[in-house]
């Protein structure tokens, strides 16, 4: 016998159906779900159940909603089983192409925050980049991110050095994040990460780099990868009320 607490609740029942539904290709990546009478009757279920299954596949980042077009599978779904680190760029926007804009390339001395999750000693030499991210023609995101010095980067992460150095020669390096650059390079590589979420105000310098008020609430992510045992970025990112969605996992 299976007890109470064992048992799925049916919209988690109805929800992996249709994930599995996603991952077999019956709804592929980018293509548009059915209406909601036509999807109920496919799948035997109440369209109110249905519904609330629908909202829970939209939070989780599988499914975005258009005006005019409806409910829309994501053209990346997440991989199922594993959690794994990808740019801030691939992750807002639900599904709507995200812009990386340079606002500054440098190089810098360490500040509190870099010398704290970066472990860098007082007179290295951090690059530091600093983004805009744009969603549908409007700010999204601000990031700021720091890699590690890099003869840190060259015994714990010697492809993630000379990818940085690549792109900082490369005609599109304005277009691309530090995070882009780690994650492509970083095939076989293990990482892990680490993030915490702050409410904040965007403030007067901010606020002008993403056209809002100073006063405007927003969510400051800060993030921290490391391969191995070896921090090689952190990154501040700015979300102000009313961007994009950002899907968040929370793990053990």
């Known amino acids: 016998m ?7 609740r049916p919209v988690v029942v109805l929800y992996e159906r249709i994930v599995d539904a996603i991952h077999a290709g019956t709804y592929p990546p980018g293509s548009t779900l059915p209406s909601e009478p036509k999807l109920a009757a496919e799948l035997g279920v ?9 909202l829970l596949l939209q939070e989780d980042g599988l499914l ?6 409806g409910r829309t599978v994501a053209d990346r779904p997440p991989r ?6 990808q740019p801030l760029e691939e992750l807002i926007g639900a599904g709507a192409p995200v812009r990386v804009r340079a606002l500054l390339r440098a190089v810098e001395e360490p500040t509190d925050f870099t010398a704290q999750h970066l472990l860098a000693a007082s007179r290295a030499r951090l690059r530091f980049w600093e983004s805009l991210l744009a969603a549908d023609g409007a700010a999204a995101a601000l990031s700021q991110e ?9 015994a714990a992460h010697p492809a993630f050095a ?6 900082a020669k490369a005609p599109d390096a304005a277009r691309t994040s ?19 979420v702050t409410a904040t105000l965007v403030g007067q310098r901010r606020g002008e780099q993403l056209g809002r008020p100073a006063d405007t609430p927003a969510v400051l992510i800060t993030q921290v990868v ?5 921090p090689v970025l952190a990154a501040k990112h700015m979300l102000p009320t009313g961007a994009a969605a950002l899907p968040v996992l929370q793990s053990n």
């Open 2 to 8: 299976v007890s109470s607490a064992e048992q799925r």
């Open 46 to 54: 109440s369209r109110p159940a249905l519904r609330e299954a629908l």
């Open 64 to 69: 975005s909603v258009r005006r005019g077009v």
């Open 80 to 85: 199922r089983g594993f959690e794994h680190i």
């Open 146 to 154: 720091w890699a590690a010095a890099g003869d840190v980067l060259e």
């Open 162 to 167: 000379r990818a940085l150095e690549d792109v």
């Open 178 to 196: 530090m995070l882009a650059v780690l994650a492509g390079a970083s095939r076989g590589v293990p990482l892990s990460a680490h993030s915490s």
């Open 226 to 230: 490391r391969a191995g045992d070896t």
